[in-house]
Every structure is written in C-alpha cells, then in structure tokens.
C-alpha cells in the first residue's frame, strides 16, 4: 500500500471545490493501493481532533473556537494566527507523522499556507514526490496586487511551484499561469467534476412540490438559481441587479453563505427586487440537486474562476447556465455565438454588466428550442468528460501512479 500526505488549509465540513475535490478522488481511490492522511486547520472546537472522513483519516491542528467561520474577514485573532502559522506546525506535525509512517508523496492543496507546509516538508526530504495541485483562477499579477507582501516574498513563493514535481491544473488558464512564471516539468490539466448519476437522477415529485412551496415558487416563476460563497467576486451582485431588467416573474434563488450577504441584500433593496431575491443560505451538498431540479437557468457570473464545480453540476441536473468567459470558464462552456465550431453547452454574459445577463436570460426565455439542444449538448459532455469516476481515474494513471513509483 502506497501513503499519501496531504496538506489542505480546510476540510470537510468547509466545503468548496478543492475540499469536494479531494473527497470525491480519494473515495474513488481502491484504500488496499492508497492510503490518505491530510493535515488541515480545525477552526472549529466541535471538530475532532483526529477523524476518519471517507478514505482520509484528518488531522486538524491549531486553536479553536465554537461554531467558528472559515472567512478571512470573520476570522478571530487565534484563528487568524494558526493560519499564518499554519506552513510551520503543518511542516512539524508532517515531520512527525513521516517517522511513523514513511511518505511515497505528499500532496499540497493549493499554493496558499498549505502549499508553503508541503514545500517546507519537500526542502526536508528531497527524495519524496511532491504534488501540487492548482484551483484558484486569479491570474498572478491580481495576486500580487491583492497581496502585496507577495512583492517581498514573491522569491519563496514561487518556490511553492516550481519544487514541485507534477502540478495539476484544474483549467488550461491555470496551466497558462504557471508556465508564464517559468515551471518546466509536467502539468496534468484535470478538471474538476461531478456526481453524475447523484445530479441527474429523478427526484421524489412530492419533494419537488415540497420545496417549491417552501420557497413560494408560484405557477409561470421562473427561477433563477446560483450556489456559491456570497462574496463579491461571484458576481451576484450583478445576477440581482439583472433583476430589474427581467420581468417581475422571473426571481433569483440563492444557495450559500459568506460575509457579503449582508451588502447583498442591500443592493436588492435599494433597487427595488427585494421581494424576487431568495436567500436559502448554506445548503447540504447532498441536498442540492433538489434546488437545481426546481430551478430554470443556473447564472453565475464569475469575475474569477479556477474552474467552477456549479456549472458541471448544473449541467448534469439538465438545467441550461450563462457564464463569464472567465478562467476555466471556457475550457467547458461554449456559446452557440462566440464558439460556432463546438455544439453550445451555454450562454455567455460579459463580465460586471447585468445587462447583459439579462440578454441571456430572455434568450433562454424566449428560445425554448435552444434550451432543449443546450441542455442535451451539455449532459452529454458532463458524463463523457466530467464525472468524479472518470477524473479519479485520470489522478490515478497520471499522478499518483508516477510519482509513488518514482519515489
């Protein structure tokens, strides 16, 4: 049996698309030929210290505090601290745990604190492979922007990287990013995915009706749905602002959390469509195929995006979406305008102009023909290309496979 370390800032129960991404391949990973350990922060105290979650026995590390948020803006001073912190206990508490069990590779979850914890951990044992994996879809001059003490560090952050001895990226823009600061080795592009028979498979009607009087979807509503973080640079500000450009049937339902609903709410009552915006808050991820099922076009219009697990998912649930051609975006989504030569999987919106999120709303509206052939284009991609089987596979052959042997 081969021994994975991974280092990962969060886990379940935070869940984002590189949280989903690791508990989907490692479930799907045979445990008599790998076994996972992940290092990770606990934040919260209700958290156990050690934990087996699905094929990967968790051990968290670090102050805690009750019924904590992972936010940076809502992050106690504690909390705050076991994050800077995080590269050198995570580092240590590897150091240890390799003594005990003897890596064949280590796993780093990102180029953030985790990244800096497994590099430290390769500088120290040069022989074992070390992994990077890459989801954030910020191009790196916005980083080093949005962080300026990247400017004075931008020399050891780059190590992040270019130590590593395979990257994966999640979308061939990151892949782009990474060659552009100079990293020569291998970068396997693999997408993020789905659960394909979990989204689209048939839902209990009685459910269905269920949900949509709880959320007061009248006859002739068409529902707008989007699930993510409620953060600024998801766009939904813009999905509610395209509101008013829609007719008074058409709402908007929204699925998540984040510390700017608040201003989010805001904006929906100082233009007017208070009344047609739906916050469910966090929502289970085993529930939300339900919230797809009753919804009509699925509109996330991203500012930046590594890759976007919502979309696959939409398509899979056999509901039609509008995107920003952003990030990963496009490895995917192809406008029947904008890509003639690809059969559409949907609609594109520009970027911070709910105008034009709206254009794409009354097409689909208004074009039912082109939702049919949307929709079908789409399952058909989500199943051959972007279910969490195929892409668990896909780790196994390129990744874990040639290193493990390597090492």
Known sequence: MK?????SLTYVPYIGGAEVAIKEITDRIDPSEYA???ITLRFDRALPKIEKVGNVTVYRLGPSVYNAKVSDRSLPWQLRLAKILFPFTSFVFAWRLDQKYVYDMVWGMMANHAGFGALFFKF???RTPYFLELQDGRAFKDMRVRRPILLSLWWLYKRVYLAADVIKAISHFIEREVRGIGYEKTIAVIPNAVD???FSAPVDERDIAELKSRLNKQMGDVFLFTASRLVLSRGVEDTIRALSFLPANVKLLIAGSGEDRTALERIAHDIGVAERVIFVGHVDHKELPM???????FVRPSIIEGFGNSFVEAFAAGIPVIATPVGGIPDFLFDPDKDPSYEP??????VRNSESIAKAVSRYMQDPQLVTRVVKNAKELVAQKYDWS???????K????PLTRRG
Do not use: N, P
């Not at 999987?345 to 520009?350: R, S």
């Not at 195929?390 to 196994?396: N, P, V």
């Not at 390129?398 to 496979?401: A, E, K, L, N």
């Open 124 to 126: 120290f044992h040069v």
């Open 291 to 297: 919230y797809y099922k009753i919804s009509d076009i």
């Open 3 to 7: 021994r994975v370390l991974i280092f």
């Open 390 to 396: 195929i892409i668990a596979e896909d780790m196994k």
């Open 196 to 198: 394909v028979a979990k």
């Open 345 to 350: 999987t949907g609609l594109f919106c520009e």
């Open 36 to 38: 996972f350990d992940m």
């Open 398 to 401: 390129r990744i874990f496979d």
